[in-house]
């Protein structure tokens, strides 16, 4: 009997399609690194990967419970990596890499692996703002384009509608199975923290795709904190949610036709501006200004305060820093103000 | 490096649980315990006499001088502060687009600090500009250097487009503060911007454009005069918004010049103003341009002059013609003056209610004034920027 799918609105041939791709990158995380970039280079591992969402596909329409599902994808694709595996010609570096693919995918299991991923973020994310933390739940939906106008192997997003209801907010995820591979996989942390950091918590009257402070200075203190939370979440996928964590950055900063890839790039040099402010004023080591960044941008983001207002606190951070904000942030630094008195110190400065 | 990393996050904390520090960290909370007790007498554990989880771990930076030169050592300081901003562009299209959303921001102190955020930015790009490289808060947007570089810079697309970010930056700062920029600077302009059209490509820029006819129009609309003032100045300035860019820049200059020498500002006290009688015994007038819509097709008139354009027309009618238009205006104005209504919105949807009722007396004008309704209505749901606040 085949359990109902955990996501609303999302049929449950696709979820269980989405979850069996996603079973195997779980059990295969500690060779994702490797798998994407042969899958980038082409040739026999990209088409294991395509047969890999073949199988998915069948598999998936069959009306079977989420656990049988991921066995029967890992068995089909199993016999056709065997298969691959006898070809003579087959390089070295590949032949290695799809054994160790085929005996790691054999311990997938019908475990959600989103929800494993969220649950631990959100764990994190609510210790870091406190009281403030307003809880959240995980939606799955399928998206029929991928989220970029040129196309990524990240195709997949994130987001919080707004305003969130009253039990709480709603992170969904969005994937475009078409596009749903292991970089798309290990990129799912960064999105999922980029959303409970920025998003879940804020306290604002509005959001807005191209808010400086909460697409730009909030995502850069995301990538902060996903730095120091990418071993506690999963030791093995670490290194690869780090590695595609930043190359998903730099491939969004470079969306500078979008608002939300101006905001990012903006809002991240205001961040960068901030820190080596406190280094060279406040006489910070380079680990602490970027700590200290992140504690005061998760303390505005606390704030329930107007977003316009904490969008114009990060329009002062042009370098040099202006003085009126200087001496308030120094004062903050000493903690001798709030950062309530600081946002009325910036906001008054307009 | 993890010791380093616990630190670093001890003195950015200063005071702290060991669950709080645990975030800002890669390590365990027993890892991380033990870190801090061997950073000793520069971090300490608190003994627990405040609030909290039972068994909870709190410490404190004692030294934090002594923690950050441990943390520093082995490290060198860059003095130059940040790498070079490469993010104007990004700044001057987020400032562009401030600029030209403030318009629909309801809240005048929201518009107020959107308009200041706007110019931050702008004020940084234009200071990578200017030859003696102020601090970008010291860049005065009216002021000489600027303008003189601006005017000398090589490439002319980016000339004008900086030209007219600083021409609107400057009429929204001082719509909000209530600081209005002298009309003759306005019409100088506009003349100026009306031969760089050409140069402002795409849709931001084109906005932008807009933005500056309606905040320089927006700077001489009455707030405190009688309805029908405000009525005939708002329905003038959101018809030179439908304009095309060229027609709209084009007759900007004239509208404000019109605007400006007008005895208090005001064009207009009445919406059918008689100018006299012509010897074949035809009547000059000025009246509201919207009463010429409902005006039987049998009655005659012919247009001279606009006065304000988009507004008020000078006609020359026949008697019939001019009695009718007479009578409607008495109506009209009858009905505004008791206008409960402030914003120009309601006072252009109030007219078009009154106008169907005035068509519906006469058979045979009701198709005719269901398309001034239509356009009336549209007109009042334009967004335009709001007369200048009081001065603060």
């Given at each position: 009997m085949p359990a109902p799918c955990p996501y609303t609105g999302l049929e449950p041939g696709m979820w269980r399609n989405l979850l069996a791709r996603a079973a195997i990158f779980h059990a295969t995380r500690t060779k994702l690194s490797e798998f994407c970039d042969h899958v980038d280079q082409g040739g026999v591992v990209q088409y294991a990967l395509q047969d890999l969402a073949m199988r998915a596909r069948e598999c998936a329409a069959r009306d079977v419970d989420d656990a049988t599902t991921v066995n029967l994808v890992v068995e089909a694709w199993d016999v056709r990596l065997t298969e691959t595996l006898s070809l003579d010609q087959l390089d070295a570096e590949s032949r290695e890499l799809l054994a160790e693919l085929q005996v790691l995918a054999r311990?997938?299991?019908?475990?959600?692996p989103f929800r494993e991923i969220f649950a631990g973020i959100t764990a994190l994310a609510s210790t870091l703002y406190g009281d403030a933390w307003r809880s959240a739940t995980l939606g799955v939906a399928h998206i029929r384009r991928h989220p970029r106008a040129v196309l990524d192997p990240y195709g997949v997003t994130a987001t919080t509608p707004w305003p969130p209801a009253d039990a709480g907010a709603e992170v969904e995820l969005h994937i475009h199975c078409d596009e749903f591979g292991p970089a798309a996989f290990a990129a799912l942390p960064m999105l999922l923290t980029h959303e409970c950091i920025c998003h879940v918590p804020a306290r604002q009257d509005r959001a807005s795709n191209d808010s400086m402070f909460a697409e730009g200075l909030l995502d850069w203190v995301a990538y902060v904190f996903h730095e120091r939370w990418a071993v506690k979440l999963d030791r093995e996928l670490a290194p690869a949610a780090r590695w595609h964590a930043e190359v998903l950055r730099t491939l969004l900063s470079q969306h500078t036709d979008t608002p939300e890839g101006r905001a990012r790039r903006v809002g991240h040099r205001a961040a960068e501006n901030l820190r080596a402010w406190f280094e060279s004023d406040c006489d910070q080591a380079p680990d602490e200004s970027r700590m200290t960044v992140a504690r005061l941008a998760v303390q505005l983001n606390k704030l329930e305060r107007p977003l316009v207002d904490k969008d114009h606190f990060v329009s002062l951070l042009g370098w040099p820093l202006p003085p009126p904000l200087t001496d308030a942030l120094r004062a903050w630094e000493s903690r001798e103000l709030g950062a309530d008195a600081l946002l009325d110190v910036a906001v008054r400065s307009a | 490096m993890t010791a380093d990393q616990v630190l670093a996050a001890a003195a950015a904390l200063r005071e702290f649980s060991l669950e709080e520090i645990a975030v800002f960290c890669d390590e365990q909370p027993p890892v991380i315990a033990d870190i801090l007790a061997s950073a000793g007498p520069a971090v300490e554990r608190v003994e627990q006499d405040h609030e909290g989880e039972p068994g909870e771990q709190h410490w404190r930076v004692a030294d934090l001088a002594g923690l950050r030169s441990a943390l520093r050592r082995g490290t060198t300081r860059d003095p130059a502060g940040p790498a070079p901003d490469e993010t104007a562009g990004a700044r001057l299209e987020y400032a562009e687009e401030t600029l030209v959303g403030c318009e629909a921001e309801p809240s005048a102190e929201r518009r107020r600090v959107m308009v200041a955020t706007a110019v931050n930015h702008l004020r940084q790009v234009l200071a990578t500009t200017l030859p003696s490289r102020p601090p970008w808060w010291m860049v005065e947007l009216a002021g000489d250097e600027l303008e003189h570089e601006l005017r000398q810079h090589p490439d002319p697309a980016i000339a004008a487009r900086l030209q007219l970010n600083v021409a609107v930056a400057r009429l929204a700062e001082g719509n909000v503060a209530g600081i209005p920029i002298p009309t003759s600077e306005l019409i100088e302009r506009a003349t100026h911007f009306h031969g760089t059209i050409p140069l402002l490509g795409g849709q931001r820029l084109q906005g932008l454009a807009r933005g500056f006819i309606d905040l320089a129009t927006a700077q001489l609309a009455p707030t405190a005069a009688p309805a029908v003032d405000r009525l005939v100045v708002a329905v003038a300035r959101r018809r030179l918004r439908e304009c095309d860019l060229d027609a709209a820049m084009q007759r900007l200059g004239p509208l404000l010049r019109t605007l400006d020498t007008v005895p208090d500002r005001i064009p207009c006290q009445d919406l059918y103003q008689p100018l006299g009688q012509l010897p074949d015994g035809s009547d000059r007038a000025i009246v509201y341009a919207d009463l010429l819509q409902i005006l039987p097709p049998d009655l005659r008139w012919q247009p001279q002059s606009e006065p304000l354009p988009g507004a008020l027309v000078e006609i020359v009618a026949e008697l019939a013609a001019s009695d009718y238009l007479s009578r409607c205006a008495r109506t009209l104005e009858a009905d505004l003056a008791h206008s409960?209504?402030?914003s120009d919105s309601a006072l252009i949807g109030q007219v078009a209610h009154v106008l169907q009722e005035l068509a519906q007396r006469d058979a045979g004008m009701h198709a005719q004034c269901d398309t001034t309704r239509s356009k009336l209505l549209a007109l009042a749901k334009a967004t335009v920027w709001p007369a200048p606040a009081p001065r603060s």
């Open positions: 311990c997938a299991s019908g475990d959600d | 409960p209504f402030y």
